[in-house]
């Protein structure tokens, strides 16, 4: 397999945006279907007093966010939450933990909670921190299907934001998960006072890896008050497309992931990334400590632009049904469920 050098990656990223646009969606089309999006929910099951000290985390003790240390939630919360994303059209259930790394005494319920929400028909996905061997053949054992483990950034970048853990330690991480057999979810965040290289080399450095992730998510920085990056400036939207467009010319056969700051994104540059070849995206939840796109605002984007027209047919029959059963009184939506047209 030749390897893609960084200069490759820059003639690719930096030629005029049209013609990296064509480039992108015609190597998408060649390996995907062309008006398809992958739909994943994250629930954050351990909230938190995470020992690490990323500084775009909120969820770290290090800093104050305002974000409540919560204890592990139980397996009927978490089954109740994948039952509740599935009949909303999520076709895969993402759990992230604020840990350094999951404790031995942690394995047995993971492992069950693994395998009762693959039971409800879902793809499953962790997110737990750093994995040893053992850890990661456990949960490949209970069969669960992605691991999220991201890099963030270039090495080079990457010591200016964490210094808890190191590039090679992530790395190690996605080495176990890929030798359990597992599929690897890892991508980085965009925004947070990085240059264009080291985006580039991040990319670069995951196309590299010996089999690059099935899944890479492209986060964009979102700036919470009392973490270290609270006040970088807003990421070009320009910029953020560019990096799609380049993830899906050197990773053809995997997914692309628009992740966290979705939220903050027009329509229209979030239909530039879908046409710069993003065919996946978190919707309808909380992510992690943020709040994600609502199902809503998806289901009316997607119509837009004819994306998953069966999933937004479907989307708006349940969306009818359940007014229906609150009109007649059998049905009352939560707090948080918004019916409204």
Not at 15 to 27: N, R
Not at 60 to 81: C, D, N
Not at 268 to 292: D, E, H, P, R
Request: contains cysteine.
């Amino acid at each position: 397999m030749s390897l893609w050098t960084l200069e490759q990656a820059r003639a690719i990223h930096d030629q005029p945006f049209m013609d990296l646009m064509f480039q992108a969606q015609q190597i998408h089309r060649a390996h995907h279907a062309a008006n398809a999006v992958q739909v994943s929910t994250l629930l954050s099951i351990k909230t938190g007093a995470c020992p690490e000290d990323c500084k775009y985390c909120p969820q770290s003790a290090r800093y104050q966010t305002g974000v409540a240390r919560e204890k592990l939630l139980s397996k009927e919360e978490i089954l109740q939450a994948a039952q509740r994303a599935k009949a909303q059209g999520a076709q895969r259930f993402c759990m992230g933990a604020a840990w350094r790394d999951p404790k031995p005494q942690h394995m047995p319920f993971l492992t069950e909670v693994v395998r009762e929400v693959k039971a409800l028909g879902l793809e499953t996905c962790m997110t737990l921190g750093m994995l040893d061997a053992d850890k990661a053949g456990q949960l490949a054992a209970a069969g669960l299907d992605y691991y999220n483990h991201n890099l963030d950034s270039s090495r080079e970048f990457y010591e200016k934001i964490i210094t808890t853990r190191t590039y090679d330690e992530r790395l190690d991480t996605l080495d176990n998960v890929r030798n359990a057999g597992m599929k690897i979810c890892s991508g980085g965040i965009m925004g947070m006072g990085e240059e264009s290289h080291d985006r580039l080399e991040m990319l670069v450095t995951l196309a590299n890896l010996p089999k690059p992730p099935e899944s890479v998510p492209i986060n964009q920085l979102v700036r919470v008050k009392g973490t270290p990056l609270a006040h970088e400036d807003d990421l070009d939207p320009f910029d953020f497309v560019r990096v799609i467009a380049t993830a899906r010319i050197l990773m053809p056969k995997s997914a692309v992931r628009i992740a966290a700051g979705r939220e903050f994104m027009s329509e229209q540059t979030q239909a530039l990334c879908f046409m710069a070849g993003a065919n996946s995206v978190f919707y309808g939840c909380k992510l992690l400590t943020a709040n994600n796109a609502d199902e809503q605002g998806d289901v009316q984007l997607f119509a837009k632009l004819g994306i998953n027209p069966e999933w937004v047919a479907a989307q708006q029959t349940l969306r009818r049904s359940l007014q229906q059963a609150a009109a007649l009184g059998v049905y009352r939506p939560s707090a948080t469920e918004n019916l409204a047209n």
